[in-house]
Antibody
């Protein structure tokens, strides 16, 4: 079964760091483009970052320079290192697989909650 | 303010038909980028509902359909059922932002 299980969220003070993880099963993460998408409380979905099969990455302007997406091919895992956390980063973070048909996200994790508060 | 504009809410009685609009611009939908739709129930994983403007993934009922014209797209749901009550999001790509972008989401209430 194709599945994504995200984890690693928690309560962090402003300026702190977290590493989110996403365990994939049923497919190979390095074989497609993998993404992180977030949803702040009461808000809509916001694309955050992508890592392509070739290893190149891209970020939303709101997180550029603070977030780093990576993967471990041997563990079939996706990660998001979040540094210099801000209150506005509070959100549920979802990992999502890029669809083979291009431009969409066809498999999603259930999300992990990051709360930034003092 | 989302790059793609959706109505905050729509509603309909069981069995009725509802449509959800998604309005973009010349830098996204109008530039020819495809539109995709997702269904999201709080606390669960979002689900791909429509891809490439009008295609349904395996397992999605044919009550759901999508279309695209110019700088806009729409999702239609016929034969409304209580289980359709959820948030719906459109998504595309924007050349100005060089990002994938989502609409603000539409909450569907089945009366």
């Amino acid at each position: 079964e194709v599945q994504l299980v995200d984890s690693g969220g928690g309560l962090v003070q402003p300026g702190g760091s977290l590493r989110l993880s996403c365990a994939a099963s049923g497919f190979i993460v390095s074989g497609t483009y993998m993404n992180w998408v977030r949803q702040a409380p009461g808000k809509g979905l916001e694309w955050v970052s992508v890592i392509y099969s070739a290893g190149s990455t891209s970020y939303a302007d709101s997180v550029k320079g603070r977030f780093t997406i990576s993967r471990d091919n041997s563990k079939n895992m996706l990660y998001l290192q979040i540094n210099d956390l801000r209150v506005e980063d509070t959100a549920v973070y979802y990992c999502a697989r890029g669809g083979a048909d291009g431009g969409n996200f066809d498999v999603w994790g259930r999300g992990t909650l990051v709360t930034v508060s003092s | 303010q989302s790059v793609l504009t959706q109505p905050p809410s729509v509603s309909g009685a069981p069995g009725q038909r509802v449509t959800i609009s998604c309005t973009g611009s010349s830098s996204n939908i109008g530039a020819g980028f495809d539109v995709h739709w997702y269904q999201h129930l709080p606390g669960t994983a979002p689900k791909l509902l429509i891809y490439l403007n009008s295609h349904r993934p395996s397992g999605v009922p044919d009550r759901f359909s999508g279309s695209k014209s110019g700088t806009s797209a729409s999702l239609a749901i016929t034969g409304l059922q209580a289980e359709d009550e959820a948030d719906y999001y459109c998504q595309s790509y924007d050349t100005n932002l060089s990002n994938w972008v989502f609409g603000g989401g539409t909450k569907l209430t089945v009366l």
